[in-house]
């Protein structure tokens, strides 16, 4: 079994930043892939980041990409989501989760565990 906690939401202007992180429990942490997910209000949950089990490989949405860098500390249990430049259309629950294997997927129907989700909301 493996719980994770995220923290590091809040309120910020637009072009502000904010960093993200998920603590996991676990003794095999490090040998996950982890992702972030995002969900407004009324829209589905949507990738935004997932980086290998290593930390060597790492994968963006689109619309994220230049702004957000995901990165783990394996030594800590850590994830972090680094989010620079935030738009109003960043607004959501972030929420992380680990796939049971090394690699990174976009489809969250392939994370098994997922945390709590902390609010992110950008006023313009």
């Known amino acids: 079994q493996v719980q994770l906690v995220e923290s590091g939401g809040g309120l910020v202007q637009a072009g502000g930043s904010l960093r993200l992180s998920c603590a996991a429990s676990?003794?095999?942490?490090?040998?996950?892939?982890m992702g972030w997910f995002r969900q407004a209000p009324g829209k589905e949950r949507e990738f935004v980041a997932g980086i290998s089990w290593s930390g060597g490989s790492t994968d963006y949405a689109d619309s994220v990409k230049g702004r957000f860098t995901i990165s783990r500390d394996n030594a800590k249990n850590t994830v972090y989501l680094q989010m620079n430049s935030l738009k109003p259309e960043d607004t959501a629950v972030y929420y992380c989760a680990v796939k049971r294997s090394v690699l990174v997927t976009t489809d969250p129907k392939k994370y098994d565990y997922w945390g709590q989700g902390t609010q992110v909301t950008v006023s313009s």
């Open positions: 676990g003794r095999t942490f490090s040998r996950y892939a």
